[in-house]
């Protein structure tokens, strides 16, 4: 069975950094796309940043210049630098791997931006 396994979020006040990470098993990493979603209260899922299997990246307009995407194949991780968090940033953050034929989700981890 698949799993992606999220880790790194918290609280943090509005300014600092978080680094989450999402490992990922049973699957050929390096064959699938990798992003990095979140969901606030009350509104939908959105994309954050993804990188491909080539290592290009791509990132939400709201996100472009304050965070980075970046990916592991050795270790079967991608990593997401938070940097210049803002409350607006609050969400639960989820790890997602697609290629052609499959879809996978990680349960999330909480990310709380506030003084």
């Known amino acids: 069975q698949v799993q992606l396994v999220e880790s790194g979020g918290g609280l943090v006040q509005p300014g600092g950094s978080l680094r989450l990470s999402c490992a990922a098993s049973?699957?050929?990493?390096?064959?699938?796309?990798m992003g990095w979603y979140r969901q606030a209260p009350g509104k939908q899922r959105e994309l954050v940043a993804a990188?491909?299997?080539?290592?290009?990246?791509n990132y939400a307009d709201s996100v472009k210049g304050r965070f980075i995407v970046s990916r592991d194949n050795a270790k079967n991780t991608v990593h997401l630098q938070m940097n210049s968090l803002e409350p607006e940033d609050t969400a639960a953050y989820y790890c997602?791997?697609?290629?052609?034929?499959?879809?996978?989700w990680g349960q999330g981890t909480q990310v709380t931006v506030s003084s």
């Open positions: 997602n791997a697609f290629d052609s034929l499959n879809n996978y």
């Open positions: 990188i491909t299997k080539a290592f290009s990246t």
């Open positions: 049973r699957i050929t990493f390096s064959r699938y796309t």
